[in-house]
């Protein structure tokens, strides 16, 4: 039974658009990330959407893992804590499994994307327009100058990737991408770490999902203040696009149902009715 919010009729504009009867699940997988997850954690819930926020911690060493039950019930609607670190790939999976909005979107904890630009994203799928909505660093919106040959390294392995799924993005490997869920749950995914990335593309693009790319902002950091990306993972992720689009399972071919699950009239009915709902919050061992 999904809670509905208490407030109903809280909307981003004055268009006719679903915004007070979507559920945005936002996934945060993190990992050492103590300096900076509470105040993003804060930053997530200044959106004004309906949101539901699941968290999963993968082992963090840093102080993050005894940090972060203390949002349980305020900030964080639902706790997973890894036993062990088994990376951001994984850590994505057991968000995705627990997600029940109708919508999913894939938010890292080291403040590098702004999640006031959710609503950005979500407009296309709203206007059902676009089943996944990738926010790009290279389309033009403001970003922090930094690391050349990083950037260099991933438009190569957006190329590569556009080579496989003939698609046309220019930024495969951003942590912006919102999927709706029943779509994304469909999705075969098995990448444990980075590979991710590349993985959630070729899935879509075997899917024949309809995706929009959107610019966004970018405030990266350097490896000084914690990025953990590195150049191993970039040769692993030219592994993965060619694994992921080439071999094993593939996605089934997927269509939007005629009428979104937010403009069913159990959906109508229920959100008119119950006014009074609270988020239900809760956590678990993995």
């Not at 350097?222 to 992921?244: F, H, T």
């Amino acid at each position: 039974m999904m809670d509905y919010p208490p407030d109903h009729r809280r909307r981003i504009t004055d268009d006719d658009l679903a915004w007070d009867r979507v559920r945005l699940t936002v996934v945060i997988p993190v990992f050492n990330e103590v300096r900076t997850v509470a105040t993003l954690l804060r930053r997530v819930r200044e959106v004004p959407l309906w949101l539901e926020v699941i968290v999963v911690d993968d082992g963090s060493t840093d102080g993050t893992r005894d940090l972060l039950p203390q949002f349980t019930g305020s900030l964080i609607d639902r706790l997973i804590m890894h036993d062990r670190n088994r990376g951001k790939g994984a850590a994505l999976r057991t968000g995705f499994e627990h997600a029940t909005g109708d919508v999913v979107v894939v938010q890292d904890a080291d403040m590098e994307y702004d999640p006031h630009e959710f609503p950005l994203l979500l407009r296309p799928i709203l206007s059902g327009k676009a089943d996944a909505v990738f926010g790009s660093r290279f389309l033009g919106g403001p970003h922090r100058v930094l690391l050349f040959w990083h950037s260099v390294g991933n438009r190569f392995l957006t190329l590569l990737s556009n080579m496989f799924t003939d698609l046309n993005l220019t930024d495969m490997e951003t942590c912006y991408k919102m999927i709706r869920r029943e779509l994304l749950q469909d999705l075969p995914l098995s990448a444990n770490r980075f590979g991710i990335e590349p993985e959630l593309t070729a899935r879509l693009a075997q899917a024949r999902a309809r995706i929009f790319e959107l610019p966004i902002s970018y405030d990266g950091r350097s490896y000084d203040e914690g990025k953990k990306i590195g150049w191993k993972d970039g040769v692993s992720a030219l592994r993965c696009i060619v694994q992921y689009n080439t071999f094993g399972r593939k996605a089934k071919p997927w269509m939007a149902p005629a009428v979104a699950l937010w403009d069913t009239d159990e959906r109508l009915a229920s959100i008119s009715v119950d006014r009074d709902g609270a988020p239900a919050h809760g956590s678990e061992e993995s």
